[in-house]
């Protein structure tokens, strides 16, 4: 038989067409199978704590349960202690609204609340929907870090947007995204107008976290640009989603004289350009004049018809909120003025926690 179809056209469009149903079917099932998990763990979980109730046993029941599995099912993992114990809260938390103390109470028994609870799931599923579709490995960072649902509903919404790993997640926990993400000083209100003003602002921080640049805090404003262009797959990370890097030093041409970008991105779900510039010193009134005529000849020279306005980020040093606002106030064009921080300058507690380089490699 001729196999001369091999190198067609045709036959490339054809096999890369299953190759893709092939991967989507496999992360369908790995989708329900990981709700599925979620789902039986969240009622073992309802279940310890309405035995406990009604029953009055302590936490000794867990100890109880973790035997009574492993006598039932020796080859079964996901069922131990402290995983029992995961369970027990990972319902309180989100089924109540409440974290429990971990306390140790009385030995008790039996294995069938792991059956019922198994036999409930199948009838319904009382999980909330966005947990389920998260790795149990990821709720357990959270259940250990995360204490009020505001915070950890946005952890869960940020791990399905951005598929994190449980590195990644750690990572931004322990960077406090959560106190930073939308928290940019800025003049939006007054100068955006459209319906998506809450996106945009939410794609902003009022602090980036420059953790993987080895910079001494007399860095100059070069060397922050080139370590950042350098790094810049972990710079679009810290930036956030739909951020894409189009040049340093971008050359604008105006009345014949040339003037310099620090750095242009594009951000594809705003669909606007964003002008960052970057000052190793504390933010500057000036600062905002200067950047303002780099929105206006993108805005006339470079964006498309279909773009929205472009937007400014300064990012300093340091700022003076109260400097900030006065010289936002009289500004027409969108902008944001956050500050860096380097690893250096970040406090132990969130060193700490921070992941290696072999921890992204994956991102």
């Known amino acids: 038989m001729s196999t001369d179809f091999l190198t067609t056209s045709e036959y490339q469009d054809f096999i890369t067409q299953l190759k893709r149903n092939i991967q989507q079917a496999r992360n369908t099932a790995i989708r329900k199978v990981n709700a599925e998990l979620i789902g039986l763990y969240f009622n073992i979980g309802k279940q310890i704590v309405a035995k406990q109730k009604e029953s009055k046993w302590g936490d000794g029941l867990i100890g109880q349960i973790e035997k009574d599995i492993k006598l039932a099912f020796p080859d079964i993992k996901g069922f131990s202690r402290r995983n029992l114990m995961y369970m027990k809260n990972f319902y309180l938390f989100f089924g109540e609204g409440e974290i429990v103390q971990r306390a140790v109470g009385q030995i008790a028994k039996p294995v069938e609340i792991v059956q ?171 600062y905002v004049g200067q950047i303002s005529f780099y929105l206006t000849t993108i805005d006339r020279d470079i964006k498309q018809e279909e773009d929205g306005g472009t937007i400014g980020l300064i990012i300093c040093k340091n700022k003076n909120n109260t400097v900030v606002e006065y010289a936002l106030g009289s500004s027409t064009q969108p902008t944001g003025v956050a500050e860096y921080k380097l690893f250096s300058e970040l406090p132990e507690d969130m060193r700490r926690y921070l992941p290696s380089e072999e921890d992204l490699k994956g991102v």
């Open 116 to 286: 019922r609870a198994a036999a409930q799931f199948l009838l319904e599923t009382k999980v909330p929907q966005a947990v389920a579709q998260i790795p149990w490995g990821h709720i357990r960072i959270i259940l250990d870090e995360i204490k009020n649902l505001d915070e950890a509903e946005f952890y869960i919404r940020k791990t399905i947007e951005h598929s994190w790993s449980r590195a990644i997640l750690n990572h931004q926990i322990s960077l406090r995204l959560y106190e930073r993400q939308g928290k940019i000083l800025s003049n939006f209100d007054n100068t955006v107008q459209t319906q998506d003003l809450s996106l945009l602002k939410q794609s902003f921080k009022d602090s980036y976290i420059l953790d993987f640049l080895e910079l001494t805090e007399d860095a100059k404003e070069r060397d922050l640009e080139i370590a950042l262009v350098n790094n810049i797959s972990r710079f679009i990370l810290e930036l956030g989603k739909g951020f894409a890097f189009v040049g340093k030093q971008y050359k604008l041409t105006i009345g014949g004289q040339e003037f310099f970008i620090d750095l242009l991105f594009y951000n594809y779900i705003l669909r606007r350009f964003i002008v960052v510039e970057l000052k190793t010193t504390e933010f500057r009134p000036e």
